[in-house]
């Protein structure tokens, strides 16, 4: 089973890097390679540099929001742990369709840590659903601001991607309060842990059915805290202009600055709606598709695919390496004490 998993990650890894492949020949193709990489060289370094604190503090906040709840819940976590977390859920998420790999890989970490699984997995799709609720609500306000620069293709990518998210978000509220729904949710972490040949799989099985207990009541707890989920969407909600200002470092970077931070984050947040429900891997090759699209009317023709690359290079390639590189050196680390043992 083990194999198994393996295999699916590699096979996840080969479709993520053969989008980019095919991203990077679009987006050269018609284009000297030479002059667009001549252009994001003579950027502004502060101003990137900037864009990346910026996405610094987007994985921060996730990690204070995934420890935030965790604790509520009566779980001890130090906060480099909830860092890790962030970072484990950024790279599963951006190597598998839909980010459908980010959530059940953290939950996976984190019991291997210690942490409830129950618990673990609440926190999870509070925070998720809190990501949900931030993307639908900005990107509705923002769509009043910058419904000029949609053409109908955009259009319609947009109503079924806040449709898909609306969707989501329906789905993510009847797992957090229906029982139904959190043993299927349960049942799913069992089949994770035996691809990866849990022992004593009998006794952890017990243990889950004490954590679907521990879930049901965390759940009544969280719903009557409301305040706890103020707090957490209102961190989402910071951790989110942030990642959407990135596109404004980026505008400023390349040396213009005609459109305030207010338009540019706005028509950001539009084109994540957009793309966040598509079924690609990182949504690897449609956001770049789409930030041609949205942004073609803000950056010269020459400009557009420089600000593009650097845009998702800063928020997206750059920290994908970053998590990629603490996975592998986590992963070093397991199989060097599995072998001690």
Not at 265 to 271: A, G, I
Not at 278 to 293: D, K, L, M
Request: charged residues 15%; glycine residues 6%; positive net charge.
């Amino acid at each position: 089973m083990k194999n198994s998993s393996t295999k699916k990650m590699v096979r996840n890894f080969i479709l993520f890097a053969l989008l980019i492949v095919l991203t990077l020949w679009i987006m050269l193709k018609d284009q000297d390679p030479a002059e667009i990489f001549q252009i994001i060289g003579q950027s502004n370094g502060l101003f990137i540099i900037v864009g990346i604190i910026c996405m610094v503090v987007y994985i921060i906040l996730e990690a204070v929001n995934i420890r935030r709840t965790l604790k509520i819940l009566g779980n001890k976590i130090k906060f480099k742990s909830s860092i890790k977390y962030a970072l484990i859920g950024f790279f599963f998420s951006g190597i598998t369709p839909a980010a459908s790999g980010g959530q059940p890989m953290q939950i996976y970490y984190m019991h291997k840590d210690g942490l409830s699984v129950g618990h673990s997995t609440l926190a999870l799709l509070i925070n998720l659903t809190s990501m949900q609720i931030v993307t639908i609500s900005v990107a509705l306000v923002s769509v009043l601001f910058n419904y000029k620069y949609l053409n109908k293709m955009m259009v319609i990518l947009l109503v079924v991607g806040l449709l898909l998210n609306v969707i989501a978000l329906m789905i993510l509220l009847i797992a957090i309060f229906s029982k139904r729904l959190s043993r299927f949710l349960m049942k799913v972490t069992i089949r994770i842990m035996k691809f990866f040949r849990v022992k004593n799989m009998d006794k952890k099985i017990k243990k889950i059915g004490r954590e679907l207990g521990n879930y049901q009541r965390s759940a009544k707890y969280i719903k009557k805290n409301k305040k706890l989920m103020v707090r957490i969407v209102l961190t989402t909600l910071i951790q989110f202009l942030l990642n959407y200002s990135v596109a404004y470092w980026t505008y400023r970077a390349l040396g213009f600055d005609e459109h305030s931070i207010l338009e540019i984050v706005t028509m950001q947040s539009v084109l994540f709606a957009t793309v966040s429900g598509i079924p690609s891997p990182g949504s690897v090759g449609v956001s770049e598709g789409a930030f041609v699209a949205i942004f073609t009317n803000i950056y010269p023709e020459n400009m557009i695919k420089s600000a593009t690359l650097l845009n998702r290079g800063i928020n997206f390639y750059l920290f994908m390496l970053i998590s990629g590189i603490l996975v592998a050196i986590n992963q070093i680390r397991e199989k060097k004490n599995v072998e001690e043992v």
